[in-house]
């Protein structure tokens, strides 16, 4: 943000967007919501030891375990029911799903239904708490269709071309909320003075070209071919195919890689490998991939599953696994290559 320039808070942004008719009041206002939720979790992330909410979720030795079979870390949860309770009574929202959570949840009956249906990865990378690493909180906006008695999972399997907003929320050095209702992708500071969020990139725009890839090196062995082919000539550098030396990042935070992406350029991929195969992949698709195809395809860049664009995919289930490849168009497009050529 140039230093003269007066400052647009997320607020103002979502109120001009209303005026031009590319939201409604009830989207506006649950995306405020959203990020009102996401100031919570921040808040909760920064106290880190302080707040004794580091740690497994659990008692008496026993880890609770998230309907992915993971264990829960008490900032999972916690994070989870800020955003539950957050969006509760809102009105805005006839249904929510989380990573964290079996099923939807459906809006009480004590509270208004609202047309719109929420997904979020509460607090994603959380293996990383511990050890004082950016997390951050991913979520997705669709339509609930309409005509339906009782709202229930099979609602919220539309495609990621259907989502209305798309956004996540970095707890990093700085917090940082990045957004897109289908008109660009824009990024907001979080002033922790005055408690809002501030525009700080409108229009982020991915290079379309990398010199940097970010993927889990020691998955190596247990991929399929046409990954092994194409990371082994990324490898190869100036004396390959590609002709060009590649620089390697991995922060093992979906949310931060994806963030450095949007704004310097990369390519991100979890592939499918053989420890994930069974289960279609590592990543969700509708509470991570969806979202950030969105953010990355509103930035310029591309997603897919290394076969398909990723906004296309039929979903089958809630929580769905997909193989992922997102980033610098061009980058993205040689990935898809190499399956293509290999299939
Ligand atoms: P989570 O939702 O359980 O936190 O898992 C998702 C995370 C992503 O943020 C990250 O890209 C990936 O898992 C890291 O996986 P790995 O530890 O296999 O490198
Ligand atoms: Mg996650």
Redesign the pocket.
């Known amino acids: 943000m140039s230093p003269n320039a007066s400052p647009v808070s997320l607020t103002r942004y979502l109120i001009e967007e209303q005026r031009e008719g590319r939201i409604g009041p009830n989207l506006r206002l649950l995306i405020e919501v959203v990020a009102r939720a996401c100031k919570s979790i921040s808040i909760a992330v920064g106290k880190g030891a302080l707040g004794g909410v580091l740690g497994d979720a659990g008692t008496a030795g026993e880890a609770s375990i998230n309907v ?1 079979g ?1 264990a829960q870390k008490k900032l ?1 949860v916690l994070s989870n029911e800020i955003l539950l309770e957050a969006n509760a009574w809102g009105g805005h929202l006839a249904a929510l799903a989380s ?1 964290e959570m079996d099923h939807c949840v459906v809006i009480p009956d004590e509270y208004p239904r609202g047309s719109y249906l929420l997904l979020f ?1 509460p ?6 708490i511990d050890v004082n690493i950016s ?2 909180t991913i979520f997705s906006v669709l339509r609930c269709p309409d005509d339906i008695a009782t709202v229930g999972d099979e609602h919220f399997l539309q495609p990621g071309t259907a989502q209305v907003a798309a956004g996540y929320c970095t707890y990093g050095p700085s917090t940082m909320l990045v957004l897109t209702i289908g008109n660009g992708t824009h990024s907001f500071t979080l002033d922790r003075e005055i408690g809002s969020f501030v525009m700080t990139t409108r229009g982020m725009r991915i290079p379309e070209e990398t010199r940097e890839f970010a993927v ?1 090196m ?2 190596q062995r247990f991929w399929e071919p046409p990954m092994q082919a194409y990371v082994g000539d990324l490898l190869a550098g100036t004396q390959g195919p590609r002709g060009k030396d590649f620089n390697m990042r ?8 994806v963030h450095r992406i949007l704004t310097r350029g990369g390519i ?1 991929s ?1 592939p499918l490998d053989a420890k994930c195969a069974d289960k279609g992949g ?3 698709l509708m ?2 991939a969806n979202p950030m195809a969105f953010l990355v395809e509103q930035a310029g860049g591309e997603a897919s599953t290394g076969r398909q664009r990723m906004l296309d995919v039929a979903p089958t289930g809630l929580h769905q696994r997909v193989p992922v490849f997102l980033g610098s168009k061009r980058e993205v497009q040689a990935a898809v290559g190499y399956h293509t050529r290999h299939d």
Request: charged share 30%; hydrophobic share 30%; aromatic share 12%.
């Open positions: 992915q993971e999972d990573e990865d607090l994603d990378g959380s293996s990383n997390v951050g889990n020691s998955n991995w922060v093992a935070s979906m949310v931060a890689d991100f979890y590592k990543l969700r509470y991570e």
